[in-house]
């Protein structure tokens, strides 16, 4: 099991900044990806970035440009640079812990924090 405690969401102007932090703990295979997730109320849960332990990255188009997914693999933390932020940016971000079994055709355990809202004014 996977244990997830995310920090450094708030509320901040637009065009201000904001850095997220998620440290996991307890079984963390060799081949993971961790990441960030966000949810407005009503909408879909929708991928922000994710980053392998690999450092390979995977961002949405919406983040391109102003976000920067990091990790240290050595405390098993993921953070999330935010930049240029926008009320679009509003809503509650998760963060992702996913564990691999080998290659990323076998996932073995997916994980979920319990979210930290960011809220961008106008």
């Known amino acids: 099991q996977v244990q997830l405690v995310e920090s450094g969401g708030g509320l901040v102007q637009t065009g201000g900044s904001l850095r997220l932090s998620c440290a996991a703990s307890g079984s963390i295979n060799s081949l993971n990806t961790m990441g960030w997730y966000r949810q407005a109320p009503g909408k879909q849960r929708e991928l922000v970035a994710s980053m392998a332990n690999s450092g390979t990255t995977n961002y949405a188009d919406s983040a391109k440009g102003r976000f920067t997914i990091s990790r240290d693999n050595a405390k098993n933390t993921v953070y999330l640079q935010m930049n240029s932020l926008k009320p679009e940016d509003t809503a509650v971000y998760y963060c992702?812990?996913?564990?691999?079994?080998?290659?990323?055709?076998?996932?073995?355990?997916?994980?979920w924090g319990q979210g930290t809202q960011v809220t961008v004014s106008s």
């Open positions: 992702n812990h996913r564990n691999w079994g080998g290659s990323y055709l076998i996932l073995a355990g997916d994980y």
